[in-house]
Structures are given as structure tokens and as C-alpha cells.
């Protein structure tokens, strides 16, 4: 009989740090870079795309790789996903116009839906729960690490190269990933008859595309009393409710609902959403406002978001202590707090208009990430056995990603339609048409010195507008977090501990 080999823990952990190192990468850069591609390639109208097309296909994607990594193996469906990742990293690189852009960050997020959640699952699995939560704080100080090069590189990219170079960074540290972990961990994996239920996959595409569309063009594109969108409410409706039925009497599910009956997930997993919809909001449109409205450039507001992930990392490292001492309930009210304190600073933001207190800002909403998604992480993982720990993983992740596709596709729908308005009513005073696509000029640098004063000031106001309706939004997102921490059952690290 073959000997199992060890898993090197030292070198996957090295490789697993990488990968997310990876991801953190890509938010940062590309949140950063956004405006300069769209003054590039144009479709402002499209802007909510480049994020949604990514986040959509992450979504989808989060549970079923959760679910077959527990089938079939992390290293297996873990590799599988960076390859396709690297693949729509590659592709995106050569987008020659916004549409081919969108399509192929759909291809992207198609891959990225295994990079978090099962290099999460692989700490899960090679630590036991004491050392989990220092893992996660060593985890979670990649994003800071991260949020300082990301923007910088943004930067220097777009200035000096070409914005492609944001999307083929990616690739070294993929490849790298890859090889860590297919050389280093080894796993024992039943063998058994796989059923994977591509019905329930295929009717969350269907309910997730549909809510999104509604979401992004309600409104916009569609008035919210026509066919389409009537359609659409109909088609997401119909397609969650039978998802709901197939997931009941499927023999493998997608996604175990029973799991939602433990109190601790169900308020976790909520939670998840409505802080996901916050952070996703705010790493989409923040740079837009910190370029458009306060007339700065790429780097300064990068390095506005760059707080974000400056909290993080230092709350993470203490809530994973802390949340021995005190609990889970308690370490992650702290993290609602903090997410609330960030979101009111960001409505003052049209008042006082300055990065700085933007910078501060996200640096409260990174603290508020840190306790809480550290806590809601080690406890999700401390409460389930190994055969469900990779798809509990993955559905607190799907969660959070999918609190920020429909957060972001909701707030840039409301975005769009806002400056719509706003821009028709000023349609004599304006030498060109009122349309989302005029917004593009404030996102070219130099441009707004050809401009009239009066119209640049118009186009100022209307995005401000619409921004502010966005960061009135991440608001409410960041009051619904802070509730649903509070129904977190107490003393949850006691109970796990007698188990």
C-alpha cells in the first residue's frame, strides 16, 4: 500500500497566502484603475459591469467549488479554479473595447470563486481551532500588505504602462499558488459515487442574474413598471423558489440547508451579506468620487481605499484573541460598531470633501471588517465537521460576495438613475448630450481644463449626487450588520468549547 505523504503546512500555508494575496491585488488595483479604463475605453454607463460581471460569476461560483472541494478534494478543485482565474486575467489584459472587457471578467470571477473560500477551508483543515484564529489574523494581514502595493501599482501602471498590466500581475502569483499546493498537501479523499447538482447551480445562475439585471438597469435603461423588469421579478422569484425545492430533495446539494437551522451560521452568514454589500460599494465607487468630485488623482484615491485594508489586518489579529477571551458575540458587536462609525463618516464626506477624512473613513470600515469577518470565519468552522466545513466555508463567502454584487449593482443602479436625472435638468446648459457616458470626462486626466466651468461644475454636482445617494446606502447596509450581530447567540466559544 502507497504511504500517504505529510502535508508541508509551512508551504501551503506560503501558497495559500499567496492566492489571496492575489485576490486582495485585484480589488485593490482594479478599484483604483476603473475610472482610467473607462476614460479609455469609455461606456461609463456600463461602469457598474466591470465589477458585477466578476461578482456574478464569483457568486455562482462560491458554493458549487465549496461544495466539490469537499467531494472531491481542496488541492484538485482549488488548482482548477486559479487556472480559470488566470485564464480571464489573461483575457482581460487584451479587452479592446468595455464589452469584451465585461465578458471577460465574467470568465474571471468564474475562477475567483475558489480562491477565498477553499484557501480559507485549507487553514480550516490543517489547524485546529486555537491556532485557526492567529492563521486568520496572519490571513488577513495579507490585505494590508496588499492595499499598500495595490494602489501604488495601479498607479504606476495606467501612468507608465498600460492598465492591462492591473489584470496580468495576477498571473506569477497564480502559477506560484498552483504549484504550492500540488506539490505540498496531501489529502485523503473518500472513495465514492459523486452526484453534483447542476440543477440547483443552474437555477442560482438564473435567480442571481435576473436579481442583478433588475438591480443594475431598473429604472435606467428599463422604467420599473415595464415587461422586462416585471420579467425579471418574475424569472429570479420562480428560479429561487424551485433552488429552495432542489436543494431540499437533492441527494448531493449545492447548498446543505439544514446548516441554516444553527442560529450562529444563520445570523453570521446575514451578516456577511449586508457587510459584503458595504465593502464592495464602497471599493467600486469610492475612487470614482475621490477622482470625479474631489479632483485628485489615481494613487490618492487608491490610497483612500487603502484604509480599508490598513484596519483589517490589525482588527483581524485582535479579534482573533480576542474572541478567546470574550466571545464570538461580543468580538464581532465590536466589528458592527466600527462598520457603522465608517458609514457616517462617509455621509459627511460631500460636506467636509477632503481624501483625508475618506482615508479615515474606510479605516473604521476596515476595523468593523476585521472583528467580524475573522469572528463569523473561525466560529462557522468551529461549529461544523470536516465532510461540511469546506461548503460552511464557501457559504459564508458566497454570502458576502453576494451581499456585494446585488450591493453594488443595486447602489450603481441607483447611481445611474440619479445622475440621469439630475443631468436632464440641466439639458440647455450642457453643450453635449445629457447622457451617463458625459461622466467619462471627469474621469480623464487633464480633461476637465477643456471643459466650460459651468459645465464641469454640473457634472461635479451630478456625481456628487449620485454618490451620495450610494454612501446613504452603505449607510443603511452597515445599520442592518450592526442588528444582525447582535442576534448572535452569546457565549458561542463556551459552547463549542464543551462540545
Known amino acids: 500500500m502507497k504511504k500517504q505523504r505529510e502535508t508541508h503546512r509551512p508551504f501551503v500555508l506560503v501558497a495559500v497566502i499567496l492566492a489571496m494575496f492575489m485576490a486582495a491585488v485585484e480589488a485593490t488595483i482594479v478599484a483604483t484603475a476603473v475610472p482610467g479604463i473607462v476614460a479609455d475605453l469609455g461606456g461609463f454607463s456600463l461602469f457598474s459591469w466591470v465589477f458585477s460581471a466578476y461578482l456574478l460569476m464569483q457568486v455562482i461560483m462560491i458554493p458549487i467549488y465549496g461544495k466539490l472541494s469537499d467531494l472531491f478534494g481542496r488541492k484538485l478543485i482549488f488548482s482548477i479554479g486559479i487556472f480559470i482565474f488566470l485564464i480571464g486575467s489573461l483575457l482581460c489584459g487584451f479587452a479592446s473595447t468595455m464589452e469584451l472587457l465585461i465578458v471577460y471578467r465574467f470568465i474571471q470571477g468564474l475562477g475567483a470563486g475558489a480562491v477565498q473560500p477553499i484557501a480559507t477551508t485549507i487553514v480550516g483543515d490543517m489547524y485546529t481551532k486555537e491556532e485557526r484564529a492567529k492563521i486568520q489574523g496572519y490571513l488577513a494581514s495579507v490585505w494590508g500588505i496588499s492595499a499598500i502595493l495595490g494602489p501604488v501599482l495601479g498607479a504606476v501602471f495606467i501612468k507608465y504602462l498600460h492598465w492591462a498590466w492591473i489584470f496580468w500581475i495576477n498571473i506569477p502569483f497564480g502559477v506560484l499558488a498552483m504549484l504550492g499546493v500540488i506539490f505540498f498537501l496531501n489529502e485523503s479523499i473518500e472513495k465514492r459515487k459523486r452526484y453534483i447538482d447542476y440543477p440547483g447551480a443552474l437555477l442560482l445562475l438564473i435567480g442571481v442574474s435576473s436579481l442583478m439585471l433588475i438591480l443594475i438597469q431598473g429604472g435606467v435603461r428599463w422604467a420599473w413598471n415595464s415587461g422586462p423588469i416585471i420579467l425579471l421579478v418574475l424569472t429570479s422569484l420562480f428560479s429561487f423558489v424551485l433552488f429552495i425545492l432542489q436543494e431540499s430533495r437533492a441527494k448531493e446539494p449545492m447548498m446543505t440547508l439544514s446548516l441554516w437551522k444553527q442560529k450562529g451560521l444563520r445570523y453570521a452568514n446575514i451578516a456577511s451579506f449586508t457587510s459584503g ?10 475612487p470614482t468620487y475621490v477622482q470625479g468630485v474631489l479632483n485628485q488623482s489615481p494613487l490618492i484615491a487608491g490610497l483612500t481605499l487603502t484604509a480599508i485594508s490598513i484596519g483589517w489586518p490589525v482588527s483581524s489579529t485582535i479579534a482573533g484573541k480576542l474572541m478567546l477571551k470574550i466571545g464570538f458575540r461580543m468580538t464581532a458587536v465590536i466589528g458592527g460598531t466600527a462598520l457603522l462609525v465608517g458609514s457616517i463618516c462617509y455621509l459627511m464626506l460631500p460636506i467636509i470633501l477632503h481624501p483625508v477624512w475618506a482615508g479615515m473613513a474606510s479605516f473604521f470600515i476596515g476595523v468593523g471588517m476585521g472583528f467580524a469577518t475573522t469572528t463569523f470565519v473561525v466560529s462557522i468552522q468551529t461549529t461544523v465537521s470536516w465532510n461540511v466545513r469546506g461548503e ?10 453576494l451581499g456585494g454584487a446585488v450591493g453594488v449593482a443595486f447602489l450603481g443602479g441607483l447611481l445611474n438613475s440619479r445622475l440621469q436625472q439630475y443631468l436632464s435638468q440641466f439639458e440647455r446648459e450642457l453643450s453635449f448630450a445629457p447622457t451617463l457616458d458625459a461622466v467619462n470626462s471627469l474621469l480623464e486626466t487633464g480633461q476637465d481644463r477643456t471643459l466650460p466651468s459651468i ?19 452603505i449607510c443603511f447596509f452597515a445599520i442592518l450588520s450592526f442588528i444582525l450581530v447582535l442576534l448572535l447567540p452569546k457565549d458561542n466559544l463556551k459552547q463549542n468549547r464543551d462540545n
Do not use: D
Request: no cysteine; glycine share 8%.
Open 277 to 286: 454589500a458595504m465593502l464592495l460599494a464602497i471599493s467600486s465607487f469610492l
Open 392 to 401: 460552511a466555508t464557501a457559504m459564508n463567502m458566497f454570502m458576502r460576495s
Open 455 to 473: 459645465e464641469l461644475e454640473i457634472l461635479q454636482a451630478a456625481l456628487s449626487s449620485g454618490l451620495g445617494a450610494v454612501f446613504l446606502g
